[in-house]
């Protein structure tokens, strides 16, 4: 009996890590923060729930007649793996602007998403 105990306690520590090591980045805060409203800001800063591969993450920002926003290559904060930031290269006019980030996190599973926030 207690044999089996063991075995079933250590098989649910297995599957409990497992389930870990399957996680994905998912963006749990952004700045300018999603469906808010600010002033032109100068940089998109997202934080993932695990760190991030900045050379294999990407982000467009789309205004809503259309046209792109010109963005710097993506970087993560230094000691700060999940926070991917893009800088913007021009100042942003006031609108609704989209934001369409994909992400890869260091354990190499994509994740992508979408949201939007308004420049006053």
Known sequence: MQKTFLEI????????????????AQLEKATPPVGGTVAP???LRLEFSEGVEPRFSGVTL???GGGSAEL????V????RN???VP???ALSPGVYTVRWHAVSVDTHH???TFEFTVK
């Not at 710097?72 to 970087?75: L, R, Y």
């Not at 904060?77 to 700060?80: A, D, R, T, Y």
């Open 9 to 24: 306690a250590a098989s649910l520590a297995f599957a409990f890590a497992a389930t870990s090591a399957f996680a994905h």
């Open 41 to 43: 800001p100068s940089q």
């Open 62 to 64: 789309s205004a809503a």
């Open 72 to 75: 710097g290559k993506p970087t």
């Open 77 to 80: 904060e230094p000691g700060h």
């Open 83 to 85: 926070v991917l930031i």
């Open 88 to 90: 913007i290269a021009k």
């Open 111 to 113: 994740t992508q998403g």
